[in-house]
């Protein structure tokens, strides 16, 4: 019985962490989204509820400041699609799919939860907020 209780405690943690599982970012060619740039970063959600203010940083080898990408909301099984103003005389083609080309990138899920994503695809929870709106304490008691 204890075991049920505590797996019921733990499900709307588990649904937010499965949600935030499901977005992802990438770069891409433009050609292959009816776009006229040469590339386009793209951030999609294949979960069932949108996410909000994603946020996407895209670096590149020749620059000191990553370039930055927003998209109010990307609903579900959607793929938000945004041109870059590079080309591939800043980015050899070669490149694209390489590691250094992987964007960063932070998001809200549908219950308020915040969310980042690093270049090496780790997902990391950023607030310490319960479903409730109450911080977590740091001890237990």
């Not at 040469?38 to 400041?65: I, T």
Request: aromatic letters at 8%; charged letters at 25%.
């Amino acid at each position: 019985m204890w075991i049920m209780l505590l797996n019921r405690k733990d499900q709307p943690a588990i649904r937010q962490q499965e949600q935030a599982q499901s977005v992802s970012a990438w770069l891409d060619r433009g050609e292959q989204y009816d776009h006229e740039e040469d590339y386009v970063v793209c951030a999609h959600n294949s979960g069932d509820a949108p996410v909000f203010g994603c946020e996407l940083k895209v670096g590149r080898p020749d620059e000191s400041e990553p370039h930055q990408v927003r998209f109010a909301i990307i609903p579900p099984g959607a793929t938000a699609v945004r041109a870059l103003p590079f080309g591939q005389e800043a980015m050899p083609a070669a490149d694209l799919y390489s590691a250094s080309a992987i964007p960063e990138f932070s998001f809200t899920d549908s219950h308020g939860g915040h969310w980042t994503r690093d270049t090496s695809g780790l997902l990391s929870r950023t607030d310490r907020r319960t479903l409730r709106g109450r911080r977590r304490s740091a001890t237990r008691g």
